[in-house]
């Protein structure tokens, strides 16, 4: 079973149970729609319907929430869904306090608008009054980058472990290599912590320096990267081998499927973790921030922000939101047009002082 494979079945895994808290009717939602979106996409409209039928259980029908029926969706006005919105601004659920800013209720509320559509174009509903509520404006959030400088500050800083704690340099003489690696092929390909992530040995081709990856939805794409990102890849893969050649029999103790999953896994995954396992993106969300903070303190680093780094970067080398948008695979345009759009102001007012309307020679 391949690492996307196995990534799909544990959100399947995941996403049982927690239809299984909706009212019964609610499992003909999550088919409906399953050959049209992702397990994850269902998985967030499960956490966020748990919710929704909570809230309507608790403060508006007054009944347990799995006992609501297609009825009681019926009955509902738009106060009611109004009434959810300013719900979820703050909240219990299962004893524990939440809250949510204007993205997250306008999540919440989408969540229940395709809930109520699906059902309305079933003719299950009469209405769909979810859709009668305006979703919360929504504030454009300041696009967080690393500067050319500090992009150089970054990848020397993981050279040299400059700035780490001392738990932490001992960490660094074992793992530098990789953190370096992965840090380099983010800043040069642009690539999504999962596409990261999922990444196996013979996914690479250094003959050509190209890489296959898969991209949200499934697709597989092929990308490049610069002399640059394959001299950091090759070092690691380098030390790895030898690391891998001289570290004897540490797994004696384990079953010989174990010892075969293992082995499986180690000649599979590009990136480790220290347990010799496919590196998770909890774990290269950490590395990202211990490095970054260090040279970047006033930046919140993650590692879709190194994403954002490459992408001005590509953008203002090729004027071409096209080719961004293509690159860091983008579905719609808009998407990337709302990220750069700033640059593109840069390059039109760039591009009229270059346009002359008299010879000032003469």
Not at 92 to 102: A, I, K, Q, T, V
Not at 143 to 155: K, P, S
Not at 183 to 209: A, W
Not at 284 to 302: D, G, Q
């Amino acid at each position: 079973m391949d690492f996307y494979q196995e990534k799909q079945n544990d959100g399947i895994k995941r996403l049982n149970p927690l239809i299984k808290e909706l009212p019964p009717f609610a499992k003909e939602f999550f088919v409906g729609i399953a050959e049209r979106t992702s397990v994850l996409t269902r998985l967030n409209y499960a956490y966020d319907l748990r919710i929704f039928f909570d809230f309507l259980g608790r403060e508006i029908l007054f009944k347990n929430a799995r006992a609501v029926t297609l009825d009681d969706l019926n009955a509902l006005t738009v106060t009611d869904i109004e009434a959810y919105v300013h719900y979820v601004d703050c909240y219990e659920f299962r004893d524990n306090e939440n809250s949510n800013g204007e993205r997250g209720k306008a999540r919440k509320l989408s969540s229940a608008r395709s809930f109520f559509k699906y059902y309305f174009n079933k003719n299950k509903l009469k209405a769909n009054v979810a859709a009668k509520v305006t979703l919360p404006k929504l504030h454009d959030k300041e696009i967080v980058r690393l500067d050319t400088d500090e992009i150089a500050r970054l990848l020397d800083g993981v050279e040299s472990g400059d700035g780490l704690t001392k738990k932490q340099k001992d960490y660094h003489a074992r793992y530098y290599k990789r953190d370096l690696a992965m840090l380099t092929l983010f800043l040069g390909t642009g690539i999504r912590i999962s596409e990261c992530v999922g990444l196996n040995i013979d996914d690479i081709d250094f003959r050509n320096n190209a890489f296959k990856v898969t991209r949200k939805g499934g697709n597989q794409a092929i990308l490049y990267f610069s002399d640059e990102v394959a001299d950091a890849l090759l070092e690691y893969l380098d030390e790895r081998t030898e690391n891998e050649n001289g570290s004897g029999n540490t797994n004696k103790n384990k079953s010989k499927n174990e010892k075969e999953n293992d082995a499986s896994e180690i000649e599979n995954a590009l990136f480790l973790s220290s347990q010799k396992r496919r590196i998770s993106a909890r774990a290269v969300e950490n590395l990202v921030k211990k490095y970054s903070r260090i040279i970047a303190p006033l930046k919140k680093i993650t590692p879709h922000k190194l994403r954002s780094t490459y992408g001005t970067a590509l953008y203002r080398e090729t004027n071409d939101i096209y080719v961004v948008a293509e690159v860091l695979g983008h579905r719609d345009i808009n998407t990337t047009k709302k990220h750069y759009a700033a640059m593109s102001d840069d390059i039109r007012r760039g591009a009229a002082s270059k346009v002359r309307l008299r010879d000032n020679d003469e």
